[in-house]
């Protein structure tokens, strides 16, 4: 073979291997963006899907809580508090919780119960304050300046500790103490007017139970008059220390192991069992919360409690006098004596030669006596 088509022919091996070469990479580089532009298509498509399947979801989400809200709105009568909580975090977007009172500052159970509702609803701006005077009585929250200074903070929800243990060690009667507390609601209410105000029983204290005043009262006679008296009115009230003594009792467990040492406060495991009962007040116990925030309708008019308290009125204590028999006093009679005349009797004389006068015999009566005398001379 000629050199010339040797040559020739490897030129055309060359051509042929490059033009294969060639074909592959351009189907590879094809393949390549077809691959591309198929991902590109699928992410596109996924994206639509997602962002459909989220409107769906939030129409649905949307479709429900409107639902709610009109149904809390046609029974608000008769409704929870977390759903007062959502219905007020809806129309202003946050909502400021107060606890008042006999309260300690940051109590353990009222936070762990009001995290756990703000982790299982709706409530991200939902803030949490204290206004804690555990040592005070009831008349001294009425001439203190506590009321307005909670009313700064513009609080929503108030939880109101009732005093009922400081006013038992300060010796007020039952009707004292429960006016005072109904004063203080309605101060606060007027004050706070689209407040809902919950009042709230205090924790159990096993040092106190049966630590009689001079009236024979402990702080739990106090704490039973204020809730009698509260099935009379709407006031929203949460009656926790008989809760958490009946959940004792169902436990088949003493107070001693809820308390601390000095048997006044609660310890680790009486906060914790306490904010249980507190938080599932909050998800289910139904009361009227008209008395708070109103969007929809016409707000219900407000009556001061504490001066429509019917006062019980103290039996009267019949008391039966001893008459005795008075000595009547009859003044002595006094007869008149009667004077009687004495009476003269006149013997005549006899002669004689022996004279004997004789001197007449005298007869004197009076109231005295008789008298008779008689004298003789030879």
Do not use: C
Not at 78 to 91: E, T
Not at 281 to 302: F, N, Q, W
Request: charged share 20%; hydrophobic share 40%.
């Amino acid at each position: 073979m000629k050199k010339r088509e040797i040559l020739l022919v490897s030129i055309m091996g060359i051509l042929t291997i490059a033009i294969v070469l060639f074909g592959y990479k351009y189907a590879a580089g094809k393949k390549e963006a077809l691959l591309n532009e198929g991902e590109k298509q699928t992410e596109t498509v996924s994206a639509l899907a997602s962002s459909q399947a989220s409107t769906v979801a939030e129409n649905d989400t949307s479709e429900a809580y409107a639902q709610f809200l009109a149904a809390f709105a046609e029974n608000r009568s008769n409704a929870s508090v977390v759903d007062y909580l959502q219905y007020v975090h809806h129309h202003t977007k946050e909502v400021n919780v107060a606890f008042f009172g006999d309260v300690a500052a940051d109590a353990a159970w009222a936070k762990s119960a009001i995290a756990g509702i703000q982790a299982d609803f709706p409530l991200e701006n939902l803030t949490t304050s204290f206004f804690s005077h555990p040592s005070d009585s009831s008349s001294v929250y009425l001439s203190s300046q506590y009321v307005q200074e909670m009313v700064a903070s513009s609080p929503d929800v108030i939880f109101y500790t009732i005093s009922t243990k400081t006013d038992q060690v300060v010796d007020f009667s039952l009707v004292d103490s429960t006016e005072n507390i109904y004063a203080i609601y309605d101060e606060i209410r007027a004050a706070l007017p689209d407040a809902l105000i919950v009042l709230v029983t205090p924790p159990p204290a096993e040092a106190k139970l049966a630590d009689w005043n001079s009236r024979a009262l402990d702080y739990r006679n106090y704490t039973n008059n204020l809730v009698e008296e509260n099935a009379a009115f709407t006031v929203p009230l949460y009656d926790l220390h008989a809760d958490f003594l009946a959940e004792l009792t169902n436990r088949s467990e003493t107070l001693t192991n809820f308390m601390d040492a000095a048997g006044l406060e609660l310890n680790e495991a009486g906060q914790k069992l306490y904010g249980e009962m507190f938080a599932n007040s909050l998800r289910t116990k139904m009361i009227d919360t008209t008395a708070g925030l109103y969007v929809e309708g016409e707000k219900p008019a407000h009556t001061p409690i504490a001066p429509t308290l019917v006062v019980p009125e103290v039996p009267a204590t019949v008391i039966e006098e001893t008459v005795s028999e008075e000595t009547m006093y009859e003044e002595p009679v006094y007869e008149e004596s009667t004077y009687v005349a004495p009476t003269y009797e006149y013997v005549a004389p006899v002669t004689d030669t022996t004279v004997t006068p004789t001197v007449p015999s005298v007869d004197i009566t009076s109231d005295q006596g008789t008298a008779v005398g008689e004298y003789t001379t030879e």
